[in-house]
């Protein structure tokens, strides 16, 4: 995309060329966590720092090729690239005990339960000693989270992928994000939180340049900032 201006009385005409950032080159470690429809903590996650990518699905079954309305014994399931250097598993586990729409304490069906899949040993040992934390924390509540090894994630169906940004169809068309791209668009995970509030807006036009968006496009998001902050993001 094109942007132009005038420069003074000779109206000279400067091209800036403005493209989405759709591709991000950096290194990044996988998280993994169910805490009830995924829908909320796509948006959440997707404007919080130091992600990278975000895609919903369902794993943690055995069941061979989940559907939605054929989960088998999955569970649904958000999964994040992040960057360690700008935020920790730390960081990512004091959001996710904060922020279940249902299932920490409570338990019900196995597609919306509380669950954390690592995937690495140090993952696991973070987990479970942020666990006993977070249990000392909340007595006399059970937390019933579960925490167990990452496997097979199955991607969910395209109208589930960054589900509040594709309510912004010309958006979306404008920033070219086909449905491949709703999986693994830079720009796709962060205006899905934008979108709804989340994030705010200092930190997104803090941002807003490095994502490649027009003027246009930065003043359409910062308006459903400003009426969307501190509102709810679960379904």
Known sequence: MVETTNCNSEEK???KTVEPKHHIDAEFEKA?????????CDSLFGSTKGIL??????????????????????????????DPTKITYDELLEIFWNNHEYGLTKRIKRQYMSLILYHTPEQKEIAQK?????????SPDQIITEIAPANEFYPAEDYHQKYRLQ?????MKELKITKDLLQTSHVAARLNGYLVGVGGVQQFLEEAEALGLTKEQVNYVK??????EGGGVFC
């Open 223 to 228: 308006r459903y900032i400003e009426d969307n």
């Open 53 to 82: 990518r975000t895609k919903v699905g369902y794993s943690g079954g055995s069941a061979p090729k989940p559907v939605y309305r054929n989960l088998g014994d999955h569970t649904e399931v958000i999964e994040l690239h992040y």
């Open 167 to 171: 309510g912004h169809k010309n958006l």
């Open 130 to 138: 942020s666990l006993r934390l977070e249990q000392d924390k909340r």
């Open 13 to 15: 005409v400067v091209e």
């Open 32 to 40: 993994t966590f169910g805490m009830g429809c995924f829908w909320g």
